[in-house]
């Protein structure tokens, strides 16, 4: 549209683009945006009675996840509940971030429990969708147990890392932090390759979004 519209400049940069610019639809880009707003409603259109019951709700369920004393069952409520909340609000994201339940979410991943663990993947997924959160989940070991659930976990679990990995790569440096990692493309390309209609769908779009960085 801005092209169309007979603009010739970057509408970020504010730079001249060449004559003919070569333009290459970012899909995965797209995608999550398109998933984002079909999960999120405008903050505006909530009471803040509502907000404010959300916020202290989370609390305790952040408590509950990031207890050493809690049980696997207490956990999976705790996380079941967070990814829902989570999923519509960006507030209680980024306080889940800051209270350090990422690091109980990162532990509940290398569980056996395979509920347990596609719930936890799910928080993060949600925890993801933050610009600012991206880097950090990186730095906190994410993609080490992406790749693991990659390899050996249940086909949702695999779906959601791939689609986990598709949101990371959004950020420019985690393209390249993500494509160095050992086995972390082969994973996807061999999920590419033998999953089901699901996982080949989210494996091939994580794909596409780590192939914009040359290296890759």
Not at 63 to 72: G, Q
């Amino acid at each position: 549209q801005w092209i169309d519209s007979g603009n010739r400049t970057c509408p970020i940069t504010k730079l001249p683009l060449s004559e003919n610019p070569s333009l290459i639809p970012n899909h995965a880009l797209r995608s999550l945006i398109s998933n984002f707003a079909h999960v999120i409603p405008k903050e505006s259109s909530r009471p803040r009675t509502q907000q404010e019951h959300s916020q202290s709700q989370s609390q305790a369920l952040i408590s509950t996840l990031i207890s050493r004393s809690s049980s696997n069952a207490s956990k999976l409520e705790s996380l079941t509940r967070l990814v829902r909340l989570t999923k519509r609000d960006s507030l209680i994201r980024r306080k889940v971030t800051e209270s350090g339940a990422v690091r109980a979410a990162l532990d509940c991943v290398d569980s056996c429990n395979q509920v347990l663990q596609e719930k936890s993947l799910s928080l993060l997924l949600n925890l993801s969708l933050e610009d600012d959160n991206k880097v950090g989940l990186v730095a906190d070991g994410v993609i080490r147990r992406i790749v693991a659930v990659l390899r050996v976990g249940s086909p949702d679990c695999k779906a959601i890392a791939a689609t986990l990995l598709t949101s990371l790569a959004v950020v420019e440096v985690n393209k390249a932090t993500i494509g160095s990692f050992p086995d972390a493309i082969s994973a996807l390309v061999y999920l590419l390759r033998v999953g089901n209609d699901r996982e080949r769908k989210e494996s091939a779009t994580a794909l596409y979004a780590l192939c914009s960085f040359p290296d890759n």
